[in-house]
C-alpha cells in the first residue's frame, strides 16, 4: 500500500518549527496554573553527615511562608519517602542524614519565588560530620566510610540489566561479561597492550533546568515537568502517594533538552510534596547551579589489556573498570551493564573478561547521559586498536577491519547479530576524512562503536481518524528537541496516506496518551515508530469494517486507498467511511502495541552505530586542540528524516567534543569546584570546526519502520576515542585522559619530547 | 523597596509597567505574557535571555527592568509580522537550526542584532558574534547555515 513512499524518508519540515522560532513553544517552565505557589530548596552543606536537628522555625515564621518540609514530614505523613526505578534508595527530601554536598534537605514553600528562596536562607540546619569518601577508588577501600549500611528495595523490573545481586560495602553494581580462556589467550599473545583510561564526570547542561509544577485535582495528582520519562516518574509518584497509577497524571510539554539527563524522576517528587502538604499548585524551578547538583554522568577508570596476534587479530581482551555512581544507585545498574557492554567493541574476540563496578561516594548522584556507558568505555577499546596499530606497524583503519564482525554476526554471545555493515561505514568514513590524512600539522582520529540500544522494546500508540479524514497520534514519547513528533507524524502520514499537515499529535502525558517505556536509548523511531504503525494500521482495519457494514459490501471487497478506502471501483475517505456508518460525527480508534516478541524478540532491539571521525591540529606553544573536520556516519537502516538524523550526529558529535576537550565536573575536596556554565565550559560557536560532514548509511537494515534503527547516540560515543588517537599520532603520545585540555596536551608533549632524548 | 513605573516601547507597542527596583528584565518580559525570552545560566554566559534593548542584544537576566525606562525593548515575539515569519525564523525552519527550542528565542534576537548592523556578514563574523549563545542540541553548524540563508533572503528581498 506504501511501497512508493511520500513522506517516510523526506526532510518533511518540523512540526513544531513555527512554535520554537516565534518563541510560543511552552515549555514546564512556562507554565502556571491560579493560586500557584513556588517553593525553593535548602540544600546540604556537608558532603557526608548526620542530620542533628533542622530549626525551620525562623523560615516558617518569613513573610509569605506557608510551610517548610523536611524528610521528616513525608515519614510522619505515611509517604514512601523514596523514589528510584531500580533500587527505592533516594530520599525526596534527606532523612536523618546526608549523602553529598547539596542534597536537598529541606522545602520552603512560599507565596512568591523570592520569598520562598529568602525563607530557604533562614533554615537553620545542624549536623554531625561523618568522614567522606569522594573518589570511586578510595570507595573500594575496605576501611572507606560507607554510604548505605542498609540498601534500598530493589524495584527495577525484567526489563532493566541490573548487573549481579548481593553487593557489599560501597559497591552499587557489578556487571561481568566474558568467554574463553583470557588467561591463556595473553599467554600466547604476540603483543599485549596494557593501559589504564579516565573519562571524566560531565554535566549535560539541558537549558531548561529541571522544574515541576504540581496540584490535586480531586485526589488526583497532577505533575507537569521536564522529565523524558513520563511514565516512570509516575511509577514512583505513586508509589510515594500510595495512589493507583490511574490517579497520577504526568505531563511533559516540550521539554528544553534531555540528552538523558531527564530520565527518570528529579524534582517530580518534591514539588508533589509540597501541593500535598499546602493545598496549593506549587512550582519549582531549579537553577542551573541546582541541576549540577541534581544529576551527573559517571566517570570511569578503566584498566584494559588487549592481545594481539602478530597480523593484528584480536586474541583476547580483559577490561576493569571502576565507576564513580554518587551517593544513590539512580540509574547506574544501567549504566554500568551498559559501560561492560559498549567497552570492547563490535569485533571478533575469541576470549573476554569484563569487570564492571559502580562506586558509590559522597558526590551528586550520577544517572544517564547520552550513550551512557559507551563514551566511558570506547575510548579504552578503540584507543588500544590505534595504540596496537602503531606498534604492529599496521594501519588503524585495516586493523579494525581485520577484526570487525559483518552483517549479521553475532559479537555477543545471545544476543542480536549486528544489524549493519559497519565495515563498509568505516570505509565511508576514512574516505570522507581522507584517510590516512598528510597534511602537516594536522591528524585524523576515528573509531566505530555498536551499542546495545533501544532499552526494553514495551511500546504503545494510538490514533483518531476524525470525520473531516485527519488524524490523532497520541504517543508516551516525549519531544525533546530529537524531533519525535515530526518523525511519528511523517509515519502517520505514510501508513494512513494522507499528507503531514492532516495529523496532529498529542505526546508525553499520561492522563492523555498510552503507554510508553521510556524516551531514551535512540528508541523513539524504531520501537515507539513501529507501535504507531500498527496503530494505523489497526484504524484502517477498522475503517474496512466500518466500510463493509455502512455499505453492507463483503470484507473482502474492500482495499486501502490513499486516505481512504476503494470499493467497486469508487473511493471513499477515511471521513466518508466514518460519517456513513455513524450517520453523523464519530470517529475511529486504533491501538498498536509492540513488546519483546518477533523482530524485537532478541535483545538488544538494534544495535545504534557509531563511525565517526575528526581532523585535528596542537597548538604546540599552548597545547590547544582545533578540529579542522568533523565526519560521522549516521548508520541508521533508513532515514525517515534525513535532516533530524544528521541534526542528531551533529549535536551528539559536537558533545562527544565538549567531553573530550573541555568538560569536566571537578571536586574540590568535598564540594563541586565548577558548578556553574562558566568554569563548567560547554562547547560554543568557536567550537565549531571548520569543515562539518554528515553521511547517512540506508540499508535498510534496521528493526523499526521501513528498516529504520536508532540515531542520537552514536555520533558521540567515538569522538571522545577518536580525538585522543588523533592526539596521539600528532603529537607521539596518546592521552589516556579526557578532556584532553591544553595543559594535558601540553604535558604529554613534554613527555614526548622526553622520550625522544 | 521603591516600585515605580516605567514606559517602554515593547516589541513596538508603548507600554506602561509597575515594577520594583529590583525586577529584572527577564521578569517584566515574561511577566507580561512574552514567554519566549528563556532563563538558563543566569550568568550572562549562555544567551538564552537575549533581547534587544534600544537595538542592542543583552542578557535580560542580568539587566534591571528600569534600565529599560523610555527604550524600545524587542523579543522574540516581536520579529514575525502577523503569521507572517521574519526571513530569520523562516530560515531556521529551513535548516533544522534548533532541536529543543529553548535557546531559540535567544539565538534569532542576537543574529536578528547582527542582520541590523551588518547586511552581509560573512560565516567567520557570524561564528564570532554569537559566541554568547550556547545551543546545546544542534552542534551550531544550522545555525551560522540559517543566519546566513537569512541575510541572503533579507539582501533579495531590498
Partial sequence: ?757 | MGRREIHLQLNGGDRRVEVEDQTLLIELVRGVGLIGTKLSCDMQVCGACTVLLDGRPVSSCTTLAIEADGKPVETIEGLADGAKLHPLQEAFIERFAFQCGYCTPGIIVTAKALLDADPEPGAEKVRHWMEGNICRCTGYQTIVDAVLDAAEQLRSAR
Avoid at chain 1, 202 to 209: D, Q
Avoid at chain 1, 315 to 332: K, P
Fill in chain 1, 1 to 757: 500500500m506504501t511501497e512508493d513512499r511520500k513522506v517516510a524518508g523526506t526532510s518533511a519540515r518540523r512540526v513544531d518549527g513555527v512554535a520554537k522560532v516565534t518563541g510560543a513553544a511552552r515549555y514546564t517552565v512556562d507554565l502556571s496554573v491560579p493560586g500557584m505557589a513556588y517553593a525553593s530548596v535548602v540544600r546540604s552543606t556537608r558532603a557526608h553527615a548526620r542530620i542533628a536537628n533542622i530549626d525551620t522555625a525562623a523560615a516558617a515564621a518569613s513573610p509569605g511562608v506557608l510551610r517548610v518540609l523536611t524528610g521528616q514530614d513525608l515519614l510522619t505523613a505515611g509517604l514512601t519517602p523514596y523514589y528510584g526505578h531500580v533500587v527505592l534508595d533516594h530520599p525526596v527530601l534527606a532523612i536523618d542524614r546526608v549523602r553529598f554536598h547539596g542534597e536537598p534537605v529541606a522545602l520552603v514553600v512560599a507565596e512568591t519565588r523570592r520569598e520562598a528562596a529568602e525563607a530557604a536562607e533562614a533554615v537553620d540546619v545542624a549536623y554531625d560530620e561523618l568522614p567522606a569518601v569522594i573518589d570511586a577508588d578510595d570507595a573500594l577501600k575496605t576501611d572507606a566510610p560507607i554510604l548505605h549500611e542498609q540498601r534500598g528495595e530493589r524495584v527495577g523490573d525484567e526489563g532493566m540489566d541490573q548487573g549481579e545481586g548481593g553487593l557489599v560495602g560501597n559497591v552499587c553494581a557489578i556487571a561481568r561479561v566474558g568467554w574463553g580462556d583470557v588467561d591463556a589467550a595473553f599467554k600466547k599473545a604476540h603483543l599485549v597492550l596494557e593501559g589504564e583510561y579516565r573519562y571524566p564526570k560531565l554535566y549535560g547542561y539541558a537549558m531548561e533546568p529541571y522544574n515541576a509544577l504540581a496540584f490535586f485535582d480531586q485526589g488526583d495528582l497532577v505533575v507537569f515537568s521536564s522529565a523524558q520519562h513520563v511514565y516512570m516518574v509516575r511509577r514512583d509518584l505513586a508509589r510515594m502517594f500510595h495512589l493507583p497509577l490511574a490517579r497520577v497524571r504526568v505531563s511533559a510539554p516540550y521539554v528544553g533538552g534531555g540528552y538523558g539527563t531527564k530520565s527518570y524522576t528529579k524534582v517530580e517528587g518534591m514539588t508533589a510534596a509540597a501541593a500535598h502538604f499546602t493545598g496549593r499548585p506549587v512550582k519549582l524551578d531549579l537553577s542551573v547551579e541546582e541541576a549540577i547538583l541534581t544529576t551527573r554522568s559517571a566517570s570511569a577508570r578503566i584498566r584494559a589489556r588487549s592481545a594481539f596476534s602478530a597480523d593484528g587479530l584480536l586474541l583476547a581482551r580483559d577490561f576493569e573498570i571502576v565507576m564513580n555512581a554518587g551517593a544513590y544507585t539512580d540509574n547506574t545498574p544501567l549504566v554500568n551493564s551498559k559501560t561492560a557492554n559498549r567497552c570492547f567493541g563490535p569485533y571478533r574476540i575469541p576470549a573476554l573478561r569484563v569487570v564492571a563496578r559502580s562506586m558509590f561516594t559522597n558526590t551528586v548522584p550520577s544517572s544517564s547521559l547520552r550513550g551512557f556507558g559507551a563514551p566511558q568505555g570506547n575510548i579504552a577499546g578503540e584507543l588500544q586498536m590505534d595504540e596496537a596499530a602503531a606498534k604492529l606497524g599496521i594501519d588503524p583503519v585495516e586493523l579494525r577491519m581485520r577484526n570487525m564482525v559483518g552483517p549479521g554476526e553475532e559479537f555477543m554471545p545471545g544476543k542480536r547479530p549486528l544489524d549493519s555493515d559497519l565495515r563498509d561505514d568505516l570505509r565511508c568514513l576514512a574516505s570522507a576524512l581522507e584517510w590516512p590524512g598528510g597534511t602537516i600539522g594536522r591528524s585524523i582520529g576515528l573509531g566505530v562503536s555498536a551499542s546495545d540500544a533501544g532499552a526494553y522494546p514495551t511500546s504503545t500508540a494510538a490514533v483518531r481518524i476524525h470525520s473531516d479524514t485527519s488524524v490523532t497520534l497520541f504517543t508516551g514519547s516525549t519531544e525533546l528537541g530529537q524531533g519525535s513528533r515530526t518523525v511519528l507524524s511523517q509515519i502517520v502520514a505514510e501508513e494512513m496516506g494522507l499528507p503531514l499537515g492532516s495529523v496532529g499529535v498529542v505526546s508525553g502525558d499520561t492522563g492523555v496518551v498510552t503507554y510508553e517505556r521510556t524516551t531514551g536509548a535512540s528508541r523513539t523511531t524504531t520501537i515507539t515508530g513501529r507501535a504507531v504503525q500498527e496503530a494505523c494500521r489497526d484504524a484502517r482495519r477498522r475503517v474496512r469494517d466500518l466500510a463493509a457494514q455502512a455499505l453492507e459490501v463483503p470484507l473482502a471487497e474492500i482495499e486501502d486507498a490513499a486516505g481512504g478506502i476503494r470499493v467497486r471501483g469508487s473511493e471513499l475517505s477515511y471521513g466518508e467511511v466514518i460519517e456513513r456508518w455513524f450517520g453523523a460525527g464519530g470517529e475511529v480508534l486504533g491501538h498498536g502495541a509492540v513488546r519483546r516478541a518477533e523482530g524485537f524478540a532478541m535483545m538488544p532491539p538494534f544495535y545504534e552505530i557509531g563511525c565517526s571521525g575528526l581532523e585535528l591540529s596542537v597548538d604546540r606553544e599552548t597545547g590547544q586542540v582545533h578540529i579542522t573536520k568533523l565526519t560521522t556516519v549516521g548508520d541508521v537502516g533508513f532515514a525517515i528524516n534525513p535532516a533530524l538524523v544528521h541534526g542528531q550526529d551533529a549535536g551528539a558529535a559536537m558533545m562527544g567534543l565538549g567531553a573530550a576537550l573541555h568538560e569536566e565536573l571537578v571536586y574540590d575536596g568535598e564540594q563541586l569546584a565548577n558548578p556553574n556554565v562558566v568554569d563548567y565550559r560547554v562547547p560554543r560557536f568557536s567550537d565549531l570546526p571548520d569543515q562539518v560532514i554528515h553521511l547517512l548509511a540506508e540499508r535498510r537494515d534496521g528493526s523499526g519502520p521501513y528498516g529504520a534503527k536508532g540515531a542520537g547516540e552514536g555520533a558521540g560515543n567515538t569522538i571522545g576515542g577518536a580525538v585522543a588517537s588523533a592526539i596521539g599520532r600528532l603529537i607521539g603520545v596518546f592521552p589516556h585522559e579526557l578532556p584532553a585540555t591544553p595543559e594535558r596536551v601540553w604535558q604529554l608533549m613534554r613527555q614526548a619530547e622526553k622520550k625522544k632524548d
